[in-house]
Nanobody
Framework: QAQLVESGGVVVLAGGSLRLSCAAS????????MGWFRQTPGQHREFVAA????????RYGDSVNGRFTISRDNAKITVYLQMNNLKPDDTATYYC?????????????????WGQGTQVTVSS
């Protein structure tokens, strides 16, 4: 059974750093592109970052570019999101996703598997 499990979400002060993890199992996820999205109540799920299966290609949302870094360890089948200089606007539930598109996708429709999410709260 395919499963993505996020962890690392906590309450952090503005300006601080945090690393989220996404552990994948049940599929050959080392051959999947992986992404992070975030969502706040009443809003659409927003693209944050994505990485190709080989880790040779990454993409970032405009609001996090330069502050967040996505990486993956295919031996551990785990994807990470390093978040630096956090802002209150980064407060959201963060979701990990996996997809097999030909390119690294920025829209939810390109992802087939989703985790349950982890809450990140940035206080000012």
């Amino acid at each position: 059974q395919a499963q993505l499990v996020e962890s690392g979400g906590v309450v952090v002060l503005a300006g601080g750093s945090l690393r989220l993890s996404c552990a994948a199992s049940g599929r050959s996820f080392s051959s999947y592109n992986m992404g992070w999205f975030r969502q706040t109540p009443g809003q659409h799920r927003e693209f944050v970052a994505a990485i190709s299966w080989s880790a040779r290609s990454t993409r970032y949302g405009d609001s996090v570019n330069g502050r967040f870094t996505i990486s993956r360890d295919n031996a551990k089948i785990t994807v990470y999101l390093q978040m630096n200089n956090l802002k209150p606007d980064d407060t959201a539930t963060y979701y990990c996703a996996a997809g097999r598109g030909l390119s690294v996708g920025v829209v939810t429709e390109l992802y087939d598997y989703w985790g349950q999410g982890t809450q990140v709260t940035v206080s000012s």
